[in-house]
């Protein structure tokens, strides 16, 4: 049975529909993402499942708890890592872990929490006096400290540099291969790409498309991508036979062509049998960044 189940959710304020019958499943110990621009529907759909906001309608189930009947049984097995978090400032790191520590039954260490989401050295230091990027490892500690069954992480690694990122997306493979299930809200299309077993698109308060990162690149119109410039003109009628070919552009003497990996091929040996060489020949994949904009460019109008 999922860990997360997630049917029909609604949500308007003042009467405008913010989330609008949002529906998926999440499988335990998997990396769930949510992606989405500002005003999706994202962090409300996320705030749903935490219990923070109560639905108009639909339903929520967290390991067969609902977030708001339920909500002391689920705080015992959800860790969170909200958007916007703030610590009395005079708390010191080790005060705010040993506090948070000591609210749960079965705990994980935090010496080594703290080790891992390189804190150790910051244990003495004021919550006011860290750096943006040292507030979110302690959140990111905070949220794991109870050692929860499911864990969700909002914007997990804004504000880290990159090496931290790179550190912080490793300790979450981590986590997620001890069997915690990861809910991922995120902007950064790398780490989505990296991090996520699946990923739920949110558009205009609706899931737009469901599937694995390699899923949605697949199916996005520039899979795979083959640019060149002929050592000459190549004709339409020659070019229109191309397997899976979706998209065709002519611009400077350069043809691009987005495809798949088959429409690669078959533009390699159609270039041999009508000896044209393709100068500055590239042949690149989609990105997830590629398959999001296609799924979200209207959203903008």
């Given at each position: 049975m999922?860990?997360i ?13 913010v989330v ?7 499988e ?14 994202k962090?409300?759909t996320?705030?749903?499942i935490?219990g923070?906001?109560e639905?108009d309608?639909g339903a ?8 708001r ?7 015992r097995?959800?860790g969170v890592?909200?958007q ?17 520590s ?14 891992r989401?390189?804190?150790t ?8 006096k ?5 507030k ?7 949220a794991?400290?109870?050692?929860p069954r499911v ?8 504000g ?5 990122r ?6 979450i ?8 299930t990861v809910?991922?809200?995120?902007h ?6 990296r ?10 308060g609706?899931?737009a498309?469901?599937d ?28 229109a036979g191309?397997?899976e070919?979706r998209t ?12 798949t ?7 390699i040996?159609?270039l ?8 500055q020949l590239?042949v690149?994949?989609a990105?997830?960044?590629d398959?999001?904009?296609e799924?979200?460019e209207d959203?903008e109008?």
């Open positions: 999922p860990i189940e997630v049917s029909g959710l609604r949500k308007a304020y003042g009467g405008r529909p609008d019958g949002v529906a998926f499943t999440v335990e110990g998997e990396i769930f993402g949510i992606l989405g621009p500002n005003g999706a529907g962090t409300t996320v705030e749903c935490e923070l906001r639905p309608a929520v189930r967290v390991a067969g708890l609902d977030p009947a339920d909500r002391n049984a689920l705080t097995i959800l890592q909200l916007e978090s703030e610590l009395q400032e005079k708390l010191t790191v080790r005060e705010a872990l040993e506090l948070y000591a609210c749960y039954p079965n705990p994980v260490g935090w010496r080594e929490l703290a080790e989401l390189g804190l050295g910051r244990l003495t230091a004021r919550f006011g860290l750096s943006g990027g040292q979110q490892r302690l959140f990111i500690a905070l794991l400290i109870g050692n864990v969700v992480l909002d914007e997990l690694t804004t880290l540099d990159p090496r931290a790179r550190d912080t997306w490793t300790l493979e981590e986590v997620r291969d001890s069997g915690v809910l991922l809200v995120t950064f299309m790398e780490e989505a790409q991090l996520c077993d699946r990923i739920a698109v949110i558009k205009r609706r899931v498309a469901l694995t990162p390699a899923g949605l690149i697949r199916h996005s119109a520039g899979g795979t991508v083959i640019s060149f410039a002929p050592s000459r003109p190549l004709a339409d009628g020659d070019l191309l397997p070919a065709l552009e002519r611009r400077n003497g350069r043809l691009t062509i987005h495809g990996d088959t429409t690669a091929g078959a533009v040996s159609l041999a049998r009508h000896q044209i060489t393709p100068h590239r690149t994949d990105t997830l960044d398959a999001f904009l799924l979200t959203r109008n």
